[in-house]
C-alpha cells in the first residue's frame, strides 16, 4: 500500500477517496475469542488490529531491529485501515465513522523511539480518507513484543459522525 496523494483529500465521499487512493476497506476474520468491535453508549471501541491483508500478517520483527522504519509506517497504515473496516462494520457506512482516539503500540528496541512517526502514518491515511472526521487524540507505545511478533497493533476508539 503506498501513501496516498492529497489531491483527492477534500474531494467526494469517504468511500470515494478510499478509492482514489487505490484502497478497499479489507473483509475481517472472524474471531471466536473476542469480537472486532464494540458499542458503549456512543463510543465504539474497535480491537487491537494487525497489519493483515487478504488473512496474511505483512510483517513480523522488532522495529529498530529487524524492520525499518518505512516498512513499520506501511505497516501502521494497513493496521489503520483493518481498523476502518471495523469501525464501518460498526456504523454502517464509511461516511459515518469519526475516529476519537487512536493507540498504536509498535513492537520495538528500548533506543528506536520513533513510534510517533509509525503512528503518524496510520494518522495521515485516518485524514486523507475521513478528513476532519479522521482527525484524533492519539497515543504512540512502545513495546516489547505483540501478538504473532507483528512490529504494529493499533486500537481505537470512534463514533458514528
Do not use: W
Not at 501513501?3 to 472472524?30: E, H, I, V, W
Not at 461516511?95 to 503518524?120: C, H, K, N, Y
Not at 484524533?136 to 504473532?148: D, E, F, K, S
Amino acid at each position: 500500500m503506498s501513501r496516498p496523494g492529497t489531491s483527492a483529500a477534500n474531494t467526494g465521499s469517504a468511500s470515494d477517496r478510499l478509492q482514489a487512493f487505490g484502497l478497499a476497506l479489507p473483509s475481517l476474520a472472524a474471531n471466536p475469542n473476542y469480537v472486532h468491535h464494540r458499542a458503549v453508549g456512543s463510543s465504539i471501541h474497535i480491537s487491537g488490529q494487525l497489519p493483515y491483508k487478504d488473512g496474511e500478517l505483512l510483517g513480523q520483527g522488532t522495529v529498530g531491529r529487524d524492520v525499518e522504519l518505512e516498512t513499520a509506517r506501511e505497516l501502521a497504515r494497513h493496521a489503520a485501515l483493518n481498523a476502518l473496516a471495523a469501525a464501518v462494520r460498526a456504523v454502517g457506512d464509511l461516511d459515518r465513522v469519526r475516529i476519537v482516539q487512536m493507540l498504536v503500540f509498535v513492537a520495538s528496541t528500548p533506543d528506536f523511539g520513533l513510534q510517533s512517526r509509525v503512528a503518524d502514518a496510520a494518522s495521515e491515511l485516518l485524514i486523507e480518507v475521513l478528513g476532519e472526521n479522521g482527525r484524533h487524540a492519539r497515543t504512540a507505545i512502545g513495546v516489547a513484543g505483540l501478538p504473532l511478533n507483528s512490529p504494529v497493533e493499533i486500537q481505537m476508539v470512534c463514533t458514528a459522525a
